[in-house]
């Protein structure tokens, strides 16, 4: 060969000249074929042209060269001289037309279901020149508008897909030949119901209303029933109603009696199972104490903590523990009195421990009334140490809505007090 494969560059409208010379062009012509080709297609067999006709494409037989006019993007390609010697001799160039990016495609079309666990492949068919780059986003649901880049690939594979997968899923293409385009495919994932339980210990008392939640997942959607310890529910008294608010399913009781207590459960069906949720006790007992502050007092030997504890009916004891973590099992318990006459719902304990020596510990509490203990509240850990005394504790912030512990210390006038805040509604 005479002539070099070439890698060219054009844009739209130009036209370019595929050579393929030989040292002894006479000569070759006279005894071999010659083949022209386009990728897998062929285009000329000598001088006859193969196939449908294009006039733009013609063959020259004095130099044995190939001329594309007009050139097109859909020109873009491998184009092959073959000689038919034995062994055959091909010489191969490469055309690259300027295009902006185009999706041809994307799979699957449309929308589609697919069951949970199933392995979903996504294609976004693209051309263009230079080679676009593509980004795979899904996109948000109305109350989380941000897409989410997933891949930088044609295709991407979702394996196994859960709930969270469903949605639509959109395709970008973008060179420096012109703007992005994009398409998009949405997958919608069926199975069995999901349950989510925000509270799964709720407090009341009796003729206060208690109201139980479930939060209920699937596709298709789920029909939702309750049961009380293990068994249907039958109520005759009016005071019961459910009701649903998009994927909340609510047990609303108006005024509670004690034989309402007990342990509940939703049950949520549909074609693809039956889920039962996680219990939800219903209970006369205090709520599980939340601490509010921990601050570690000026003289570096005492903690002054503060709990809330809500309660429908009057707390009745506290019991205040703690204990060197390096000491387990070695609980200190102090048993700590109400003041009579408190009533409402929400109780506020505050508690000095005082004379600490040095060292890591932690300190929790539990509150009684008449229908039990509360669930321990979670160990809250300080420090006090060795050097002149100085001490360290993490100081917990208070819940939004909740009393200002800074602002609300200063009132008090003793260390424990226990204060109704009126009627609080879970």
Known sequence: MKSKPLTLEVHPGETVALP??????????????????KDSTLLFVDKIQQGAKDPRITYRRHNNSLVVTHIKPSDSGH???????????????????????????????????????????????????????????????????????????????LNSVERLDSGTYECIAKNNQGPEVSAQVSIHVTYAPEIDIDEELVTSGKDYEAVLKCVVHAEPKAKVHWMKDNESITDDSGRVKTFREGNKFYYHIEKTQVSDFGRYKCIASNSMGTTNSKEIELTGRPLTPRLIRATVGADGRSLDVEWHIISYSPVLEYKVQYKNIKEPGKWQVIATPVQDGEEGNVYQLQYQLKDLPPGDFIVTLRARNFYGWTIQAKPHSFTIKNESHAATAETSKLEEGRINSDSTVPRLTSVLTVISLGTFLL
């Open 20 to 37: 393929c010379a030989t040292l002894n062009m006479t000569h070759d012509l006279e005894v071999f074929t010659v083949i022209w080709k």
């Open 79 to 157: 184009y092959s001289c073959i000689y038919s010697s034995t062994p055959e001799v091909e010489l191969k160039h490469t055309v690259n037309v300027f295009a902006p990016a185009s999706i041809k495609s994307i799979q699957p079309s449309g929308s589609l279901s697919f069951e949970k666990g199933s392995a979903v492949t996504l294609q976004c068919n693209v051309t263009g020149y230079p080679n676009p780059d593509i980004v795979w986003k899904k996109l948000g649901k109305h109350d989380q508008p941000d897409a989410t880049v997933i891949a930088t690939s044609e295709n991407i594979t």
